[in-house]
Structures are given as C-alpha cells and as structure tokens.
C-alpha cells in the first residue's frame, strides 16, 4: 500500500477528436460541474409521482440525517456545499462530509472539492482529505494541488514545490498503477524547469534526462496523435489520408501514447500496418494492456489457444519491442526512419523537426552523463520540444507538404492548412513561408 506522510500538466490521451484540446497536455482549467442531489428514501421516491425540487430533496435528507442516515449526511454535504435547495454553509458541508464520505472515493472527492475551488482556499483541507483516501492517485492530485500553489505564489513556490516532489517521488516506489508514469512525467517537468535534480553525478544526470525525455516524448506524441486523428477525419483543407494517419499514429505509439499504440494494433491486426515478428501486435497489445484495461481482455483472446512455442515467440517479441526503447530511446517500429539512423543520416534530416531532435538529444545522453556540455545541450532539446512541439510538429508538417518531402505528399492546400494552424500557434517561420507561399500565388494571378 501506498504510504506517504509528507504533507498541472498532465493529462490523459484524447479520446476523440471533439475533446482533443481539451485533453491536451498542459491540463486543461478545470471545469466546475454541478453535483446533483438525490433523496435517501428510494421508497419515498418512487411514490413520487413529480419530481423533487432541490428543496423537497434536502428535507427529506434532513430528515434522513436526523436518524443517522449517512448516506443522507453525504447528500446534505453536496447540497451546502452548492446551495441546492438549503442555503450555502461551507462549514455545514464539511461537517456532512466528515460523517458521509465513509469510503476512498467519497474521500478523494471532497479532496477535490477543495481543490478545485468548490469551497474557499484551504491546502490544509485539500492535503487532509487526500490523504485520508489515501490511495495512489489521491497522492498524485495532492501532488498536483501543491505544484499549483507553488505555480500560484512564487513566495511560496520552494515549499510546495519541495512537496509536490516528495508525493512524486514516493509514488515510483509503488509500482502498478498509473500514477508512476504520470508522477515521472511532472518530474520531467520540475527537472526541465529546474525545480528538482536527480543528482548531477552520472546516475542523476541520466534519470533526469529519462524523465525529461518521457515529457518532452509525451507532449509531442499527444501531438502528433492529434495530427493523426485530423487525417483520419479529414476535413475541407485536410482530405483524410489513412497513410499520414498511420505515420503519426506509429510515431505517437513510439512516444507511449496509449490510444495511439491501441490503433495501431488494430492496423496491424487488419495488414494495414507490417508486422515484422508475425507476434508484433500481441507484443504491443501486451504493453498497451498495462495502461489500458480494456486490452487486457483483447490480450487474453489472442493468446488464447496458443501453443508453448508461439507463447515463446511473443515473450520474444514482447522482449524485442522493450529493448528498442532503451536501444533507441523510444518503441520505434522496425520502419521508421529514426529507429537506428547512422550519425551521416541523422545530420542529414531536416534539425527543425521535433522528432529528429528528440532522437538527436537521445544519442547525447550516453555522453552527458559525464560530460556537462552534452548533458546541459541535451536537456535544452528537450526542454524546447516539450514548450514548442505543437507549433514545430505542425511547421514541418506543413514545409514537407509544401514541397513533397520526407515522405509527405506535395500538396499546397494541405501545407496551407498545416502552416496556418502553426501559425496559429505562434510559428514565426511558418508564417514566413504561408507569406512567401500567398506572394507567389499572387504573382501567378496578376500574369
């Protein structure tokens, strides 16, 4: 059990392109929601034959609570703490929530409560509600909740962000939940940023630049997943394009992002993708299925029946896609150009696109761990691809179109699309060329 006596930017993959912006790393502000209220007495309830307002609810519960209904007493907190047919009395809700958040999850919840501004500023309630729930991600929100004060009150910010970093650190020492890689995330952001430092020896220098390289791989990978869901809905400017969809699906799966490596077995499954081991899918189902639940049950089904040997082969399998990403710093798939560049070919690619300068930064990391000016170069690449990934990724994307490089078709709408959606984003550059690209225009019409 997760013990911690100490006492935001990440967010999930996007689900689908209608919530993408909002999914997006840095977290998205958090949207206040109305908390319903419901009456304890079911029977009550259903003998009803209009609804309950908001007012007739709290008296039942009232009424409830005075019989030491605590399920009544939970009900009453939502309703002082909102003002739902009862007055607003912040210091009545804490009392109903003291005798009706009576498991985990209530618990968690009242701790966001605070959190979240559902009740006047008070860390001290946030930090003891989470850590009365006590589980994993309970932990990792106070984490976050203290990163936030720190980012709020820069006279303050040593304290909690000293905090924040204590919660993080204890939560990689409990393995088997979600809250490891999300805790390694934001210390590739305190390390980045330099809040906090593994140590400036080889062994802190080389996890500092792991964690930095896991956020910097996972904001461009949540990118790049975006850019290929674009393609796979296709738009006026954007036609769908299933081979630009695949490229930016493999590459986000290569960064660990989970929506991205659970399509891409599907491609796999259906040829679209090559499967080079014959085993390729299951092995990248096995490691989607330790993020994702639901593919743990796929995972089992295609095992199923299977023979000792073919059990071997997918172990082996499994094994190979582990190693790629310490061999070459990400899960590039046995195609993609940046699995195993020689040095001549890397230098070769074009140094403004984020993913070769990922894959440049890793090459330096085996160096930097003893020598400064590596270590110091290498967390700058990353420090740049974590702040500038949307607009680079969206630039290249847009310059490759232009002119049909790097594997991209030559198309002048697309490449509009592309560099004003950079452009959008700020890209100097992309604007540079999107002027160039509408003076030639120009020039064409008045001949």
Not at 51 to 70: H, Q, T, V
Not at 211 to 222: D, F, N, P, T, V
Not at 324 to 352: I, K
Request: aromatic content about 12%; glycine content about 6%; hydrophobic content about 40%.
């Amino acid at each position: 059990m997760f013990q911690a006596t100490t006492s935001a930017r990440f967010l999930s993959a996007p689900i689908a392109f209608a919530i993408l912006a909002a999914a997006a790393f840095p977290q998205a502000p958090f949207v206040k929601t109305t908390y319903g209220v419901a009456p304890v007495d079911p029977p009550l309830w259903a003998r009803l034959s209009e609804a309950l307002s908001d007012a007739d609810i709290a008296k039942i519960n009232l009424a409830a609570f005075a019989k030491g209904n605590k399920v009544a007493a939970w009900e009453l907190g939502i309703a002082y703490m909102q003002g739902l047919g009862i007055s607003q009395n912040f210091e009545k809700a804490e009392q109903m929530f003291r005798i009706g958040a009576v498991d985990a999850d209530k618990k968690g919840m009242v701790g966001m409560f605070y959190a979240h501004g559902y009740f006047p500023k008070d860390l001290s309630a946030v930090e003891s509600w989470y850590a009365a729930a006590g589980r994993p991600q309970d932990y990792f929100e106070l984490a976050e909740a203290f990163k936030a004060a720190g980012d709020a009150d820069k006279s303050t910010a040593s304290l909690y962000y000293s905090k924040a970093t204590a919660l993080y650190l204890a939560l990689l020492k409990d393995s088997g939940h979600p809250e490891v890689r999300r805790a390694q995330l934001e210390l590739g952001n305190f390390v980045i940023d330099g809040i906090y430092s593994a140590g400036n020896d080889p062994k802190g220098r080389a996890q500092n630049l792991q964690w930095a390289r896991m956020i910097a791989q996972e904001l461009l990978g949540q990118k790049e997943y975006q850019i290929a869901v674009e393609y796979n809905i296709g738009q006026e400017d954007l036609p769908a394009d299933k081979a630009m969809w695949l490229r930016y699906c493999k590459r986000a799966a290569a960064y660990n992002i989970d929506l991205a490596q659970h399509y891409f077995v599907e491609a796999l499954n259906s040829g679209l993708a090559h499967d080079f081991s014959g085993y390729d899918a299951i092995a990248w189902t096995r490691l989607s299925s330790q993020k994702m639940t639901g593919d743990s049950g796929l995972l089992k089904a295609m095992m199923t029946g299977m023979t000792a040997g073919q059990v071997a082969d997918v172990d082996a399998a499994y094994k190979s896609l582990m190693g790629t990403r310490e061999r070459y710093g990400a899960y590039y798939p046995e195609d993609d150009p940046l699995r195993d560049p020689t040095p001549a070919a890397l230098a070769a690619m074009d140094q403004d696109d984020p993913d070769v300068q990922l894959r440049k930064a890793f090459n330096l990391e085996l160096a930097a761990a003893n020598d400064e000016k590596d270590y110091q170069y290498a967390l700058s690449i990353y420090h740049d691809v974590r702040n500038h990934c949307d607009t680079a990724a969206r630039y290249v994307l847009g310059k490759y179109a232009l002119s049909g490089a790097n594997g991209v078709p030559q198309n002048r709408r697309v490449a509009e699309y592309w560099l004003h959606e950079a452009v959008r984003s700020g890209s100097k550059p992309a604007q540079k060329l999107l002027s160039g690209i509408e003076e030639d225009w120009t020039r064409q019409r008045q001949r």
